[in-house]
């Protein structure tokens, strides 16, 4: 037996006591009740903070010398003085409010970029902005809506001022962003505000929101920060002709307009946020060499850390799922160098997670509960493929009880309750300290319960609905391996045919090479279990296998 499987068994016994007799008191917060008022359209474009009149805005000349930055667990921000504006950098979240969970190692989560910016507030004494370049969501589902609010109250509370507006963003939809808009000036001025220079809703210019720009003041330097949505990736927020209410124009025709607008107010920097591809971006850095600083979307999912040289302009990235923070110090004194960058990985070992945002991801989940989103009609996919419904594991165990009692004994059984009270694995007994449970949570039930599309996250319509309805499902079952049986179990039942039968369990048939190929990954993904490689297959099949027949 190696090493983890060892493990796993030793620790399953004593864990499953822990499982059964813990109850868990659930904090309904009524803070979530405030997150929905304020809001309403109509309102015009506003800047952060009032204008006053500026000293001539400093010539910033960017060095064009690459500061290389590792970004494994050592020193982070390494020899830096205190900048005049800390830039945090962001983008591409794709709905991982927190790392997904199932693997200690994996990096991110706004709980540790909340910790992030302690450190540098709290710790260090910085003035710290925030950034980000869009694509906060991944799809476009209700589930989705409440992220979106609540990570735009995360935003307010790390002090981030501008969003800009990605395929992810208008996905959601006109109307649903529309009523995001902020048309109170002290609610704005505190608010982290969608940015966009070429997005136009409802056909109407001046409806206002997302704003064309914004002008940021903070510790005596100001920043201009506009957005543009990158035309390239017109066709994935709707094929073309279709009516969304949402307008993309080009970025040549609105943006010397926006330009000139901010360099009125005199900034000290100007940063664009390109939510494009590539070449959008540099082409926009080599037009438009007013922005000394161009965050880009679109590069690869955990990029090097190199700022791109484009004339005097940096063109950032910092990657996707929030991983990677960027930080931007401004130097406006050193001519010769007023940058520095460094992306900074939020792993668990240098960075913890800020009880603030835990709050906020226990309301989240509270939100989830409350809505009852796991049982919406808006994620039933009626029909299994198979055209087969699903039956429960210990049904199958009435006649199978090798694999039945094989089975119990795995991970798979035991993964409604991971969700309920964290895991079982000893080494990982902290989290359960405070565990937020996840147990009405689409996304996580979607791989830990059985009949649901563990990708696409939707719930076949005779899968898991909720604890009461469907104690036959908790858990990662037979069924979600073998198909439903329902056709199977009622042939054996009843009185069929052998030709019945043999086509009832033919039906139920599976292979250890299809497990090899397809079926495992659906769910042991990169994301989820990084440790699933092809070449370690063996290693897991080794646990969960289960051979007999009777
Ligand atoms: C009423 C009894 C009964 C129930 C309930 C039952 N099975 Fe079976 N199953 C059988 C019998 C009998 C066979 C054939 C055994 C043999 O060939 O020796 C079989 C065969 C199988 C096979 C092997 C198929 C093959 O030919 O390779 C699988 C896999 C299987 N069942 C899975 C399931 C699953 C999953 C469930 C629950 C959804 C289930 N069974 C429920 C009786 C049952
Ligand atoms: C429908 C989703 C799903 C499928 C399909 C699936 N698994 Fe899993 N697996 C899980 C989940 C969820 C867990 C974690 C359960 C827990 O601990 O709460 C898990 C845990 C495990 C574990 C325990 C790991 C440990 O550290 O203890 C092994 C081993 C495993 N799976 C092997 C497999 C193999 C092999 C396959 C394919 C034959 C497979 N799984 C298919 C969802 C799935
Ligand atoms: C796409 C499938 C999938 C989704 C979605 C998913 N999980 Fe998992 N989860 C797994 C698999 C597979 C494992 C086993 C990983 C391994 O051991 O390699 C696992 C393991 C875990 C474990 C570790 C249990 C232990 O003791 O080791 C926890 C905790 C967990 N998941 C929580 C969650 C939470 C919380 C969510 C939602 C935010 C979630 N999972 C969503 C597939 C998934
Ligand atoms: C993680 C995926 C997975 C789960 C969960 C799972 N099975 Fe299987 N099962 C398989 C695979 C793959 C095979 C084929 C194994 C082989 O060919 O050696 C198999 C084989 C079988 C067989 C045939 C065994 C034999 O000796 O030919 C039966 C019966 C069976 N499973 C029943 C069940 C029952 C009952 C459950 C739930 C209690 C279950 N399985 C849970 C993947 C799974």
Redesign the pocket.
């Known amino acids: 037996m190696t090493h983890i499987s060892a493990r796993h068994f030793n620790q399953r016994g004593h864990g499953r006591g822990v499982r059964t007799t813990r109850t868990r008191q659930i904090v309904r917060s009524l803070a979530l009740m405030a997150s929905f008022s304020l809001l309403f359209s109509g309102c015009k474009p506003t800047v952060a903070t009032p204008i006053t009149p500026a000293a001539s805005s400093t010539a910033t000349e960017p060095d064009t010398r690459v500061e290389v930055k590792s970004i494994a667990k050592e020193p982070y921000l390494e020899g830096w003085e205190k900048p005049a504006i800390a830039l945090l950098l962001t983008g591409e979240q794709h709905g991982y409010l927190?790392p997904?969970?199932?693997?200690e190692t994996q990096s991110g989560g706004m709980a540790r970029r909340a910790d992030l910016v302690r450190i540098l507030t709290k710790e260090k004494g910085w003035d710290v902005v925030g950034l980000d370049v869009g694509g906060t969501v991944k799809r476009s589902r209700r589930q989705d809506q409440i992220k979106f609010e609540k990570l735009f109250e995360a935003f307010q509370q790390l002090n981030y001022a501008a969003v800009g507006v990605g395929v992810e963003e208008l996905r959601l939809g006109a109307d649903f962003i529309g009523t995001k808009a902020i048309s109170d000036p002290d609610e704005l001025a505190k608010a982290a505000a969608l940015v966009s220079a070429n997005i136009v809703l409802f056909d109407t210019p001046d409806f206002g929101w997302p704003l064309p720009y914004r002008l940021i003041e903070k510790s005596g330097i100001k920043i201009g920060v506009t957005s543009v949505f990158g035309p390239s990736l017109r066709e994935k927020v709707a094929p073309a002709g279709v009516n969304t209410n949402i307008t993309i124009r080009e970025p040549d025709e609105v943006l010397p307009g926006v330009i000139k607008t901010l360099e009125n107010l005199k900034p000290d920097l100007m940063v664009l946020l390109c939510h494009g591809n590539d070449a959008e971006a540099m082409k926009l850095a080599k037009t438009y060499p007013q922005f000394q600083i161009i965050l880009a979307a679109g590069g690869y999912d955990e990029p090097d850390g190199k700022p791109i040289p484009v004339g005097k302009t940096w063109v950032l990235n910092v990657g996707h799922k929030g991983k990677r923070v960027g930080v931007l110090g401004f130097y406006p004194k050193n001519k010769a160098q007023p940058f520095r960058f460094e992306l900074i990985q939020l792993d668990k070992d240098r960075f913890k997670n800020h009880p603030a945002m835990r709050e906020l991801m226990k309301q989240y989940q509270q939100q989830l509960e409350d809505e009852g989103i796991a049982a919406s009609d808006e994620l039933l996919i009626n029909k299994h493929p198979s055209g087969q419904t699903f039956v429960g594991a210990e049904k199958c165990g009435s006649c199978h009880s090798k694999a039945f009692t094989q089975w119990k004994d795995t991970?798979h059984a035991v993964?409604f309750t991971?969700?309920k009270e964290?895991?079982?694995?000893a080494n990982?007994a902290e989290?359960k300290i405070d565990w937020i449970p996840?147990q009405f949570?689409p996304?996580?039930l979607?791989?830990?319960v059985t009949g649901w599309h563990?990708?696409e996250?939707l719930r076949y319509g005779s899968g898991y609905v909720k604890e009461s309805e469907s104690a036959h499902l908790l858990g990662q079952q037979c069924e979600n391996c073998h198909g439903p049986g329902s056709l199977h179990v009622a042939r054996e039942e009843g009185n069929a045919g052998m030709d019945e039968l043999l086509e009832g369990r033919r039906m139920v048939r599976r292979t250890v090479e299809e497990a090899k190929k397809s079926m495992c990954v659906?769910?042991?993904?990169p994301?989820?279990?990084?440790?699933?490689t092809p070449e370690r297959f063996n290693e897991?099949w080794e646990q969960v296998k289960h051979p007999g027949k009777d």
């Open positions: 927190e997904c969970g199932c693997s991970g993964a991971t969700l964290g895991p079982w694995h990982r989290e996840r949570d996304e996580c979607s791989c830990h563990p990708q996250m659906e769910c042991h993904d994301d989820n279990s990084p440790k699933f897991f």
